[in-house]
């Protein structure tokens, strides 16, 4: 079954770190463009950061600065490192393609931020 799988989430004080995992299970990941994206409670789903399949990024500005996506095609995994974390960062956090999006989304992994 095509499927994504993310963790590392946790609970973490203002200022914090966490890196998140993802792996996908799809064949073509190595050319896949991959993001991630959050879901706060109360608010949609939004797109937080993009690596291309030739490794070009980008982020929404609210994370610019302080998160770093990165790939691993070897193992079919796409990263975020997130530092200097905010309360307004706690969400779910999922990932996907944004350009041949799975069918099915994760589970997620859940961030918290708080002191």
């Known amino acids: 079954q095509v499927q994504l799988v993310e963790t590392g989430g946790g609970l973490v004080q203002p200022g914090g770190s966490l890196r998140l995992s993802c792996v996908a299970s799809r064949s073509t990941f190595s050319i896949d463009d991959m993001g991630w994206y959050r879901q706060a409670p109360g608010k949609q789903r939004e797109w937080v950061a993009l690596?291309?399949?030739?490794?070009?990024?980008n982020y929404v500005d609210s994370v610019k600065g302080r998160f770093t996506i990165s790939r691993d095609n070897d193992k079919n995994t796409v990263y975020l490192q997130m530092n200097s974390l905010k309360p307004e960062d706690t969400a779910v956090y999922y990932c996907?393609?944004?350009?041949?999006?799975?069918?099915?989304w994760g589970q997620g992994t859940q961030v918290t931020v708080s002191s």
């Open positions: 690596i291309t399949n030739i490794g070009r990024t």
């Open positions: 996907n393609s944004p350009t041949a999006p799975y069918e099915y």
